[in-house]
């Protein structure tokens, strides 16, 4: 009797095979001529000069990736000079020749703009298969001559507005429909047409979700599934009616959930449970991705009929590592080759061992993943009909080739489409060819042994070294949360619920330590439904300011002595007591200012983000300076101011009040904390996270009012020493006009700091990326209604592409969910209250008058629910109108038209004010004029303008946009104290310490 192999023996047969398929394979490849693994291609001078000097290669794709939107000659050349300038030296002799010697208009020049252009036609020819009819027929008939199969994926900008989602349904409607009389007529080719379980459709696409809707959105799984699910159904119709295969490409990880649940869910559904040519892509790079084939295992035993799984390793390695780096998030991806290689291996053995069910696919170009895969098959009795390879189109062709003549059936993923949208899928294939770890440049370029090249990956671990963690240099952004976790979602949704069953609450204020209800109190209503009364605060009256202004004095001695150290801690300690509260914070937010989830949330963060770094850079400024010569000590040290009135904004309920109180705290002083009417109640929790905390009675106390009854009393009191503003410019400027008024009583000149309003402008560059930069300019434009003093309320845009990007700008914010803030879907929320909707609707009406009204979002279905006001846009602006100069702090954007890029700067530097600004341009001239000449106070290139981060963007303006300096950044606390210098003399009748004693000894 046949002994069972142990699973140990089984893996040592694989090895073994692996080893020796390897060797075969490579046999095979090395005998080809003229070239193995695409020769022609490695070649490529260009390709080599770029592998060989990593600061040309980035140069290299920036300008591969730039070149389709350039249309003169003259603009090749120019950026080719300045996407070469910086590496010159490290070019090849003739590129620098070359590049030196043409001058835009010259015949050189015009020869080295088409010499560019052919070869990045060429080298994109290389991955991406065509882009008419016409093409794609030709090559299905031609992979299918040469014995491929194929899959098929067109290419498209980043989709969105629904216009482009339709249309990118409707091509692949017509991509099945039109192939299918073709493939029918195509001879039986077993090797290709079957499998261990039947016929094979021939024609065979791919997709990707997120392309089938505009508003792809992790956040709200339920708005993205209502729009995504029907186009999905009509496509898997079409297959089913025209025997077709469909795929489901994996991208990002933030899209893996929802992917996998539209996947799922809508195979469940009646019509669609028995259809098994449908499949989907698991991505080894995950070390979550075993647990997703597990998940999927039982689904499809459930479902009853198989899928397959096309199992890879993953193309946004370098995107999800960088990206979750940003935010501070746990990176999701193994960060050793030799791992993500491993689980592909490890995987290969699941798929392998439920074949029956998981169909199994191997996507690679790897010759040890592949040859590992087909032992695997082997040594577990599965005949190569039951699972196939999968390779792209335009890479490893030889191997393709080996593995088709060898008996295997070999996919080739097929792109197609125009060279613009194409770029973004030819840069990445770029990348990952010219990765060190990649295994084709490793086998080809690097000629890296067999021997290694075939080493099993588990071996690697053992050389391996250990990644350091980075250095910590105290202060990291607190992460935002991830709201395309199920966990998160639910977290925020119970929040909310909760939080709701507190509504109707009243508030009083805090003096001393002391609840103190008053008689006059204000109503906070919900703007996303304007009939909720959330809750009532007191509202304090000018002899209620006194008290705390007094209160404060008199907690000021000693706070004012409380150890730096101490008064840091207390901020830390806010910071946790908001950390542990956080979704119940953001909850409140998202009801009483109509912020959305992500926004809300945002705003926690940075309160968060302000508390820790203020109290970092207090422990810095705690160490006094020492200057001492022998004979003379000198110390250099920072005092407290007094009392500080904080008077905060509504649009940032939580994160400006928390910056201006806890840097005032942190500095010694103490303070009187005056809200914004509209975001009394955030206030409130504030205060009770602070109280929390145990900070001293009197230290901060707690002033909700209406301003104009208790600002006066608190800008004029001369027991004030410093006023920390942020709201209009007109209050701002009113409060700096009372400050300086100087009363007899007073004993100090008043500071006073006030962050004001803006203006805002992006300007887009002829040659910018437009899918960047229209969601740019819509993110900076119109999130939170456009309601943040950082928001895009100007777009000023070169005339050569005016047309095609305003099409698309209007298009795409079409697209934006309106609605109340609690639903997760919603982008664009209401408008505070009544008072900012008319103010908002009178700059409408003049902008009625000054320019044409390009789109104008409908909300007249909400209009009795709250305060809503639709995105709109102007165009044909002149940069002189109203709409143009005030600032209207809504969802308003003027469109202005430039002839060039100076004349750009110019109109965006036109205005009083000076905070925000960006640019879109991939000219590195462009990019550097800007730096130098735009008059903001923050700068953007190629990003929207909004969401600065604490620390990483210090945020503030000058102008008319601000008095002080910036918050989030390293000079934000001197302006909250006083320095002090000592000078002693040490020196008694000719003898001093030695000076720098002290210092030696520590
Ligand atoms: C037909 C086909 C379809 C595909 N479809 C998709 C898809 O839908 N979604 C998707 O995301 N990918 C997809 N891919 C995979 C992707 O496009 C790459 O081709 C693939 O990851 C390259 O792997 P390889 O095995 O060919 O090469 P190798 O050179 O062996 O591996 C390179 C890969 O290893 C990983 N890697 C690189 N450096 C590290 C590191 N330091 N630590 C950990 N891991 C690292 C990355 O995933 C990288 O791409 C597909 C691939 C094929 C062939």
Redesign the pocket.
């Known amino acids: 009797m046949a002994r069972k192999k142990s699973s140990s023996d089984l893996n040592q047969q694989i090895e073994q095979r692996t080893r020796d398929l390897g060797e075969q394979i490579w046999g095979h490849l090395e005998r080809r001529e003229p070239t193995m693994f695409e020769k022609r291609w490695w070649d490529d001078r260009i390709l080599s000069w770029a592998m060989a000097d990593e600061s040309v290669k980035v140069q290299m794709f920036r300008f591969v990736d730039v070149l389709p939107m350039l249309r003169s000659h003259d603009s090749i050349v120019r950026h080719l000079q300045e996407y070469f300038e910086d590496v010159r030296k490290h070019l090849p002799w003739a590129a620098r020749i070359g590049l030196e010697l043409s001058q835009p208009n010259s015949v050189l020049g015009r020869a080295l703009a088409l010499n560019a252009r052919s070869n990045a036609r060429r080298m994109a020819s290389r991955f991406i298969a065509g882009s008419s009819v016409e093409e794609i027929h030709y090559t299905v008939d031609r992979l299918r001559s040469e014995n491929f199969a194929f899959t098929l994926d067109l290419l498209g900008e980043a989709v969105i507005s629904e216009v482009e989602a339709e249309a990118y349904l409707q091509s692949y409607l017509d991509l099945i429909s039109g192939l299918a009389p073709r493939v029918r007529k195509w001879s039986e080719n077993v090797q290709l047409d079957w499998d261990s379980q039947g016929h094979l459709p021939r024609t065979n696409v ?1 997709i990707k979700l997120s392309a089938l809707c505009s508003q792809f959105k992790p956040t709200d799984p339920v708005g993205t599934m209502a729009v995504v699910q029907p186009r999905l159904r009509k496509l898997l119709r079409h297959a089913m009616k025209y025997d077709a295969y469909l795929h489901v ?3 990002q990880n933030s899209y893996k959930p929802l992917t996998l649940e539209i996947f799922k869910q809508t195979l469940m559904e009646k019509e669609f449970r028995d259809f098994d040519n449908v499949g989907i ?1 698991i ?1 080894a ?1 995950l070390p979550a991705a075993e647990q997703d084939l597990q998940d999927l295992l039982k689904w499809t035993k459930k479902r009853k009929t198989p899928i397959w799984i ?1 199992l ?6 370098d995107y999800e590592t960088i990206v979750s780096g940003y935010r501070n998030w746990p990176i999701p ?5 030799w ?3 491993a689980n ?1 291996e490890k995987l290969t053995k699941v798929l392998l061992e439920n074949h029956q069910w998981l169909r199994p696919a191997f ?4 010759l040890r ?1 592949l040859a590992h895969a087909i032992a695997a098959a082997h040594e577990l009795d599965i005949p190569p009909s039951a699972y196939e390879i ?3 189109y335009g890479m490893g062709k030889e191997q393709a080739q080996v593995f088709a003549e060898l008996g295997h059936r070999v ?1 080739i ?1 097929t792109p197609f489409g125009e060279l613009i949208p194409g770029m973004a899928y030819l840069v990445r294939r770029l990348l ?1 060819n010219t ?1 060190n ?4 440049r490793q086998s080809f370029t690097e000629h890296v042994n067999l021997e290694t090249l075939m080493m099993n990956p588990s071996e690697h671990a053992k050389t391996a070294t250990k990644q350091k963690p980075a250095e910590d240099d105290g202060f990291q952004n607190e992460p935002l949360t991830d709201f395309s976790l199920e966990e998160s979602r639910t977290k925020m949704q119970a929040a909310l619920e909760e939080v709701e069953d507190q509504f109707g609450k009243e508030y009083p204020l805090l003096i001393n330590g002391r609840a103190i209800d008053t008689k006059a109190t204000i109503t906070s209503r919900n703007p996303s439904h304007k009939s909720d009364s959330l809750g009532t605060v007191s509202s304090a009256s000018a002899d209620d300011a006194i008290d705390a202004i007094d209160a404060a004095r008199r907690a000021f001695p000693a706070w004012s002595r409380t150890e730096p150290q101490y008064r840091a801690e207390y901020l830390e300690l806010i910071a946790a007591n908001m950390r542990r509260r956080r979704f119940e914070l953001a909850a409140w937010i998202v009801f009483e200012c109509g912020k959305p989830w992500e926004e809300a949330d945002g705003d926690v963060v940075e309160a968060i983000d302000f508390c820790m770094y203020y109290a970092n850079q207090m422990r810095r400024l705690a160490h006094p300076l020492h200057c001492d010569v022998p004979g003379e000590e000198n110390v250099y040290f920072y005092r407290p101011r007094g009392t500080v009135a904080v008077i905060a904004p509504w649009n940032f309920p939580l994160a400006i009040l928390t910056g201006m109180t806890v840097a005032s705290l942190v500095t010694g002083n103490t303070v009187v904390m005056k809200p914004a009417e509209q975001s009394s109640i955030v206030a409130a929790k504030l205060m009770d996270v602070i109280h929390e905390s145990g900070i001293p009675d009197g230290v901060v106390n707690f002033l909700p009012g209406i301003g104009e009854e208790v600002g006066p009393e608190l800008v004029g009191s001369p027991d004030v020493e410093m006023i920390t503003f942020t709201g209009s410019r007109d209050v701002g400027l009113a409060i700096n006009e009372t400050a300086s008024d100087t009363d007899t009583r007073q004993k100090m000149v008043k500071r006073v700091i006030a962050e004001m309003g803006g203006k805002n402008a992006i300007i887009v560059d002829d040659d910018a990326d437009l899918d960047e930069a229209v969601l740019g300019v819509i993110h900076s434009a119109f999130n939170y209604a456009g309601q943040k003093c950082s928001a895009c309320s100007r777009v000023i845009v070169l005339e050569s592409i005016h047309d095609t990007f305003v099409s698309r700008l209007v298009e795409a914010t079409k697209a934006l969910k309106i609605g109340p803030a609690e639903d997760p879907g919603t982008v664009v929320g209401p408008v505070i209250d009544e008072e900012a909707q008319q103010r908002i609707l009178e700059y409408i009406e003049i902008g009625k008058e000054e320019a044409t009204l390009a789109l104008a979002c409908d909300t007249s279905d909400l209009e009795d629910e709250g305060y809503y006001i639709g995105p709109h846009i102007f165009t044909d602006v002149d940069s002189t109108c109203q709409i143009a100069q005030e600032e209207i702090f809504g969802p308003v954007l003027a469109v202005i038209k430039a002839d060039d890029f100076d004349e750009a700067i110019t109109i965006a530097n036109d205005t009083p004010y000076a905070l925000t600004a960006g640019v879109f341009s991939r000219s590195p001239a462009h990019l550097n004029k800007a730096r130098m000449e735009i008059v903001a106070g923050n700068i953007y290139l190629n990003r929207n303008i909004t969401g600065a981060m604490v620390e990483r963007h210090p945020f503030g303006g000058f102008k008319m946009s601000g008095i002080g300096s910036k918050t989030g950044g390293p000079d934000y606390l001197l302006q909250f104290l006083v320095p002090v210098n000592v000078t002693e003399n040490t020196m008694r009748r000719g003898f001093a310490p030695d000076a720098t004693a002290e210092d030696e000894e520590e």
Request: hydrophobic letters at 30%; zero cysteines; aromatic letters at 18%.
């Open positions: 791919s490409d994996m991208e892509v991505q790079y096309r890879v390793k993953g193309a946004y390695w991806v193994f960060q050793q080759k791992e993500s290689d592909f996507g690679s170009h790897n993943s999968q390779m792209l996919r993923y990952e990765s770890d990649s295994f084709l």
